[in-house]
């Protein structure tokens, strides 16, 4: 994550949310949970303050597609 020297505001999107839209048969569709699915940026590289833009990545079953909303974030970064 981002590291403790920093603190971050999601700038975009607005609503601070990314909706995740699974394809899939309607079988599958009805197995699955949220936890199936890790929504996450990675801020870990970050060295300076500033308007940052991080791609969003997801982590769930292998066999499924889906899509984002968005497919990254913009955050300010300032000193803690």
Known sequence: GLDQKYISTLLKPENG????TVVAEPDIIGKLAKSDFTVSIDASGTV???EKVY?????GPGNLEWTLSAEEVTMRIELA
């Open 48 to 50: 300076e303050e500033g």
């Open 17 to 20: 949310l990314v909706t995740l």
């Open 55 to 59: 791609p969003v990545t997801v982590e």
